[in-house]
T-cell receptor, first 112, second 113 residues
Framework: GESVGLHLPTLSVQEGDNSIINCAYSNSASDYFIWYKQESGKGPQFIIDIRSNMDKRQGQRVTVLLNKTVKHLSLQIAATQPGDSAVYFCAENIWGNTPLVFGKGTRLSVIA | ETGVTQTPRHLVMGMTNKKSLKCEQHLGHNAMYWYKQSAKKPLELMFVYSLEERVENNSVPSRFSPECPNSSHLFLHLHTLQPEDSALYLC????????????FGSGTQLSVL
């Protein structure tokens, strides 16, 4: 069935550089998207979300971009820090209708 | 802390044992969830409860039995599990059962021998 997936399973970046984590989704009806961060030994933690009526949303050091034309979602982390090392998941659903569907996750490793 | 507490953090059990996982949320949410997280697989939704009523059961084997006595507590009763059931079991809560902005606990790492 349709599901959310990730382009790359692992990503290594130098400390201080910007990170970009990508996500593709196949359900064109999805209108809500969310990013989670999961550190070792912990459950996923909410980072940022975006509705389909927006194409960009910024948080603290993070930006989510949504391209509905190609069904692509990305998470940008500015000035990546060692504490950003974790697995990042994207998830999507139809607002108010279906539970979240999660992608497989991308492991981000920050090189000091 | 996310406001969702799971116990125990680690559990080792034999295939003939019966055990229970516990989850408690302190966020005043109306919906609670059980997810299974296996290595290299996406998070798999198992059960959804809304206002203590089960609203979704994603074809989970009957050896997993959920219980939601009130909106703050959720249990997962386990019996006659298989080694392939070894995984991280995550509890989550949200304001509404459609799952926006889930708040997760730290999970129970389950090993079935």
């Amino acid at each position: 069935g349709e599901s959310v997936g990730l382009h790359l399973p692992t990503l290594s970046v130098q400390e201080g550089d910007n990170s970009i984590i990508n996500c593709a989704y196949s359900n064109s009806a999805s209108d809500y998207f969310i990013w989670y961060k999961q550190e070792s030994g912990k459950g996923p933690q909410f980072i940022i979300d975006i509705r389909s009526n927006m194409d960009k949303r910024q948080g603290q050091r993070v930006t989510v971009l949504l391209n509905k034309t190609v069904k692509h979602l990305s998470l940008q982390i500015a000035a990546t820090q060692p504490g950003d090392s974790a697995v990042y998941f994207c998830a999507e659903n139809i607002w108010g209708n279906t539970p979240l569907v999660f992608g497989k996750g991308t492991r981000l490793s920050v090189i000091a | 802390e996310t406001g969702v507490t799971q116990t125990p953090r680690h559990l080792v059990m034999g295939m003939t044992n019966k055990k229970s996982l516990k989850c408690e949320q302190h966020l005043g949410h109306n919906a609670m969830y059980w997810y299974k997280q296996s290595a290299k697989k996406p998070l798999e939704l198992m059960f959804v409860y809304s206002l203590e009523e089960r609203v979704e059961n994603n074809s989970v084997p009957s050896r997993f039995s959920p219980e939601c006595p009130n909106s703050s507590h959720l249990f997962l009763h386990l019996h006659t599990l298989q080694p392939e059931d070894s995984a991280l079991y995550l509890c989550a809560s949200s304001q509404e059962p459609t799952g926006q902005k889930l708040f997760f606990g730290s999970g129970t790492q389950l090993s079935v021998l």
